[in-house]
């Protein structure tokens, strides 16, 4: 099979595309063969050689995929040769054909078709994850979203209205905070010309917000603290602004507030199983009922990796970029 490797790391032109040995599924896999793919920021990091796989895991990137089953290895059961699915991966992706973990298995919900269910598990499982079973945000309360037209906040706007929430976002155009608003935003703040904590302090009476999902990490840590309400939650996924922040703990302390910080690829496979298990009893329906749907910017061919990472770091997408394998 083909796969896109990174012999070294570098810019987008270390994408290589090149002849792999097929994997094969061992004890609870299946091996998909991979319509689609989509680019996540952690393959940028990847490519430049700052985050490696997990022990085991494919040194291809993508995590990700969507496509038909092809084998399945032993001690698979509920799954056929033949099936629709869409997978969460530690790598990969970047394939014509994948290995999965059964646990990290979804069907292809109804309504969307094979390539742009692709744009689909990274994102459910990541907003899921941080805002619902961790942050717990419940009906009423006011979530404030970073990065609001990327592929999480695309999604994370659509759950959280879903659930009955106020949704608060950052974006850095007009244009895209309008995307944003067309996904149910409340609140739309343009981080290039406006303080966020200002901004959500005016529309919510002073309150804050009771949940902040965060990209940025350590540029916004002071700020984001400042914006939480009594009670509030943080929860800090990304790194774009750095690694390293100060933190008023009194700040913290005087509003009885909560940080978490996560990632979903280093999770032990039981954690990514009962992820996966929670979006599909929870977000699928939405989907199929037509709440909440994929967000796409632009699908290109998988042999145009390295123009989709070009695209990605520009920062233009609204939602996901996809790359398909034929």
């Known amino acids: ?19 792999v040995p ?38 291809h990137p993508g995590l990700e995929c969507s496509g038909r089953i092809a084998a399945l290895g032993p ?41 742009t269910a692709a744009a689909l598990p990274e994102v459910t499982a990541t907003v899921w994850s941080n805002v619902f079973m ?8 006011t979530v404030l979203i970073h990065g609001g037209a990327s592929g999480i906040g695309t999604m994370a706007i659509q759950l959280a209205k879903a659930v009955g929430a106020r949704v608060a976002v950052t974006a850095g155009s007009p244009e895209k905070l309008a995307r944003c608003a067309e996904l149910g935003a409340d609140i739309l703040i343009d981080y290039r ?6 901004e959500l302090r005016k529309a919510t009476d002073g309150a804050g917000a009771d949940v902040v999902l965060d ?11 400042r914006a939480l309400a009594v009670n509030g939650r943080l929860a800090v996924i990304g790194l774009q602004g750095g690694v390293k922040g100060e933190l008023n703990l009194a700040a913290l302390l005087g509003k009885r507030a909560a940080i978490t910080a996560t990632s979903l690829r280093g999770r032990p496979l ?11 009893e929870h977000v699928w329906p939405l989907i199929e ?29 609204v939602g996901k970029v996809l790359l398909k394998t034929g």
């Open 1 to 19: 099979m083909h796969a896109i490797t990174i012999p070294e790391p570098g810019g987008p032109e270390a994408l290589v595309w090149a002849e």
């Open 22 to 59: 097929d994997p094969v599924p061992g004890q609870g896999e299946v091996l998909v063969e991979v319509a689609a793919s989509a680019v996540n920021r952690a393959d940028l990091l990847q490519r430049q050689g700052f985050y490696d796989p997990p022990p085991g895991a494919s040194p």
């Open 75 to 115: 001690g698979v059961f509920g799954w056929a040769v033949g099936d629709e699915v869409c997978a969460l991966l530690s790598g990969g992706g970047y394939a014509q054909k994948a290995v999965v973990p059964a646990g990290q298995l979804l069907p292809v919900p109804q309504g969307v078709d094979l390539v």
């Open 134 to 141: 961790i942050a717990h945000l419940r009906p009423g309360e």
């Open 193 to 198: 010309r406006q303080d966020f904590v200002e």
């Open 215 to 225: 990209i940025v990490g350590a540029k916004y840590l002071d700020r984001n603290v």
């Open 270 to 280: 039981g954690e990514k199983a009962s992820i996966v298990a929670a979006v599909r």
């Open 289 to 317: 009922g037509g709440r909440v749907r994929p967000v796409v910017d632009r699908v290109l061919e998988l042999r145009e990796a390295a123009e989709a990472h070009r695209v990605l770091e520009s920062g233009a997408p």
